[in-house]
C-alpha cells in the first residue's frame, strides 16, 4: 500500500476544500444527507458522501487513488464537534 503524501499546506488545503464545499459541492449534497460525510478531492472537485469518514475516503480513493480529501460533515462545520451547535437553522 502507497503512503500518500500531501501535497499542500495546512492552510492552502484548508482554504481549497472550504472553497470547493462551498461553490460546488454544498448545493448538491446538502439536502437530505444532513450529518453525513462529504470527501471531497482538492484538486479535482469530485467527491464522495457517506455515512462515516472512512467509507466516504475509500470510495473516492477508488475513483482517484491519488485524490486529496477534504472531509466535512454535511450541516456542521467539522467533521467531530465537542459543543451541541451546527450550521442547521432552528425553524
Known sequence: MAV???RYSK?????????????QVRSQVEEGNYGR???IDIETGA?????????????????YPDAQPW?????????YRF??????QSV
Not at 11 to 23: K, V
Open 47 to 63: 467527491f464522495e458522501v457517506a455515512d462515516n469518514t472512512i467509507v466516504a475516503v475509500d470510495r473516492l480513493y477508488e475513483r
Open 4 to 6: 500518500r503524501q500531501p
Open 71 to 79: 472531509v466535512i460533515r454535511i450541516g456542521h462545520r467539522a467533521v
Open 11 to 23: 492552510e492552502e488545503f484548508a482554504r481549497r476544500g472550504d472553497e470547493i464545499y462551498q461553490s
Open 83 to 88: 459543543g451541541s451547535r451546527s450550521l442547521k
Open 37 to 39: 460525510i462529504v470527501a
